[in-house]
């Protein structure tokens, strides 16, 4: 664990609480909803038992990586947006493959704790359509029949909306449904918030998208599931067991670490543990992805 202190590496096996950066007069606030345990062997099939060996503080003590689950707020002004909604008051756990256990739940009183109620978000930017993104988009509020974002928009872009027969077919056909009647397609390159652009960067799924928040001269990218766990900012090439198009995504991933190099520029992991915000620092001794804290 050379370079990488013993505060980084607690952090790196617990998920995030409420975190938030200030990019100029846009405040970006990541929004707890629950966690995720995933097998490491079957997340990154490149990698081996020596990997992980190498790399315990990567892992809890049942040898699982910690994931964050939850959403990004984006407030400027009195405006809110959210991008993604987390996984929902629902556990679902998996006897095999690259998920262990996820949970969520949380994201309604984490939006309180940020002193935000579900009113105030005016719109949902999906980064894309699994179910850990999608949660409280088609989950009815506690006491409630409509879902708890209901009123908002649900921002999608064009080619992930147009490849929704692939979730249909995967047995979502109830979550495509209740997303439809609130549905907008955004396309590459368009501005849907004050200084938030979407960027579509298909490999993990079919229409990914991510999300370019400028502000005081600072820029955030907000990756989604283009990189799971900060051990890939270091391997690019190792791919998601998630992945729709496995190079394709390692094609963009090595883009992105190099992109988040640049000067001013920080990037969010919605899955990064304890490190959701951060920026790459290449050419040391120790991992790339170094957290920032404000």
Known sequence: MADLTADQGVRLRRPSGIRSIWLGDTKVSYVPDGDVRLRPLELLKDTTDEVWAAHPEYLDATGHLVGSVGALLVEHGERALLIDTGFGPQTLEAPEGPLGVIQGGALPDSLAALGRAPQDIEAVAFTHLHADHLGWACHPAPGEKQPLLAHADYL????????????????????????????????????????????????????????????????????????????????????SGFDHDGDRTAEHRRRLVAELAEPATFGFGVHFADVVFGRVEQGGTGPAWRPVDA
Not at 171 to 197: C, H, K, N, S, Y
């Open 156 to 239: 999608i872009s064009e080619p992930e909306w147009a490849g929704r027969d692939l979730l249909e077919a995967q047995g979502m056909g109830d979550q495509v449904a209740a997303l439809a009647p609130r549905v907008r397609t955004i396309a590459d390159g368009q501005e849907i918030f004050p200084g938030v652009r979407v960027r579509i960067t298909p490999g993990h799924t079919v229409g990914h998208a991510e999300y370019v928040i400028t502000g005081g001269g600072r820029r955030l990218i907000a990756f989604g599931d283009a990189v799971h766990s900060p051990i890939q900012i270091d391997h690019p090439d190792w791919s």
